[in-house]
């Protein structure tokens, strides 16, 4: 009787925290947009702005979060390696960038040269996760969970120092082709060219992978390993293919990512790929970890409430230069999803069976 007494208080308590935790939550964004609003400290041209630099951020932690929910379908493992696959494929392809840059073939033929310039990123990063996914977590495929979790964090810091030994810890300044410079308008949004590109480039290849994984031979014996691997090696697929294939096509993905984070940023070094790959696997879990499209949601969400949150949410309530707390909004944003909706926003919400 007592202990069914303390289980019910316990539970009271966890649910009346719960619910003051999203009352403060609520208060804070709603109380802050509206004193931000009130102010009128920014314009429309202002929260253009936002807006376009939010799809392009999302667009990019989309196509890394790929890579994550990917992963996380067939083998039910985070790997947490993914941010560093990223970070190859940027460092890998610059200096191919630098060699046509140096050669005056960038400028002089920029669509060509993006081309070899992804191709060869893509290169590298699929390169290095087949030796990851070979070296530290093949073996590992039935081992308790928290085991391969251990080996991805490993694999991340060796891949991190490993390429800090090869190339210092200095910036490289990623060579831009001259015809990315300065802006355009579009339905009355001023985007930088960049910020154009980087976003044609991810739909076009977010839509290219969701049609493989459709409708592709590769990508039906995707799914159906996802579903249940034992049954679909009965059926004559190819196990140990299809995972491979999944880490070849995840970090093609982060690797053009890289290249298009590059042409965001102007910049890479040995540990860039840390927060974007801590971001992209927030956009994975946001959107529902294992769910294609909830991915590509989950990134364009992050991105949007990344840029436009610091502005909406926190300048209304007085707190100084309040973009320096947008990583502190991405990292609520997943606790709070965590908290009360572990599943995402287009996962699927398991009930528990009463006995």
């Given amino acids: 009787m007592y202990s069914s007494l303390s289980e019910k208080l316990?539970?009271?308590?966890?649910?009346?925290?719960?619910?003051?935790?999203?009352?403060?939550?609520?208060?804070?964004?709603?109380?802050?947009?509206?004193?931000?609003?009130?102010?009128?400290?920014?314009?429309?041209?202002?929260?253009?702005?936002?807006?376009?630099?939010?799809?392009?951020?999302g667009s990019l932690y989309a196509l890394i979060a790929l890579g994550y929910t990917m992963v996380y379908g067939i083998l039910r493992m985070i790997n947490f390696a993914h941010g560093e696959i990223f970070m190859s494929g940027a460092f890998g392809?610059?200096?191919?960038?630098?060699?046509?840059?140096?050669?005056?073939?960038?400028?002089?033929?920029?669509?060509?040269?993006?081309?070899?310039?992804?191709?060869?990123?893509?290169?590298?990063?699929?390169?290095?996760?087949?030796?990851?996914?070979?070296?530290?977590?093949?073996?590992?495929?039935?081992?308790?969970?928290?085991?391969?979790?251990?080996?991805?964090?490993?694999?991340?810091?060796?891949?991190?120092?490993?390429?800090?030994?090869?190339?210092?810890?200095?910036?490289?300044?990623?060579?831009?082709?001259?015809?990315?410079?300065?802006?355009?308008?579009?339905?009355?949004?001023r985007i930088l060219k960049t910020q154009a590109a980087v976003i044609v480039a991810a739909v076009v290849m977010m839509a290219g992978l969701y049609l493989i994984v459709m409708k592709s031979r590769i990508g039906k014996a995707m799914r159906a390993v996802s579903e249940d691997k034992e049954t679909s090696a009965l059926m004559g697929i190819d196990v140990n293919r299809v995972i491979v294939a999944t880490f070849a096509i995840g970090a093609a993905m982060a690797g053009a990512a890289g290249v298009l984070y590059a042409l965001l940023f102007r910049q890479v070094h040995f540990s860039v790929g840390f927060v974007p790959g801590i971001k992209a696997f927030t956009a994975a879990v946001l959107g529902g970890i294992g769910n294609i499209p909830g991915a590509m949601l989950g990134g364009l969400f992050l991105g949007l409430f990344e840029s436009v949150g610091p502005a909406l949410f926190l300048d209304g309530l007085g707190i100084v230069a309040p973009y320096q707390l947008k990583d502190a909004i991405a990292y609520t944003m997943l606790v709070l999803v965590l908290i009360f909706r572990p599943s995402g926003i287009l996962g699927e919400r398991l009930t528990a069976k009463k006995a």
């Fill in 10 to 57: 316990t539970e009271w308590a966890v649910t009346t925290v719960l619910w003051g935790f999203r009352i403060i939550v609520l208060l804070v964004v709603v109380g802050g947009s509206i004193s931000t609003l009130m102010t009128g400290k920014y314009t429309g041209d202002h929260w253009r702005d936002f807006i376009v630099t939010g799809v392009a951020l």
């Fill in 93 to 189: 392809a610059y200096f191919i960038a630098d060699a046509l840059a140096d050669a005056g073939f960038l400028n002089r033929h920029p669509i060509p040269s993006l081309l070899i310039v992804i191709i060869f990123a893509m290169a590298v990063s699929t390169g290095v996760a087949l030796l990851v996914e070979r070296i530290a977590y093949r073996r590992l495929r039935n081992a308790p969970r928290l085991v391969p979790l251990i080996s991805a964090i490993g694999a991340s810091f060796f891949l991190q120092y490993t390429f800090r030994g090869f190339f210092g810890p200095g910036l490289y300044a990623y060579p831009i082709p001259e015809i990315l410079g300065g802006d355009i308008t579009f339905l009355g949004f």
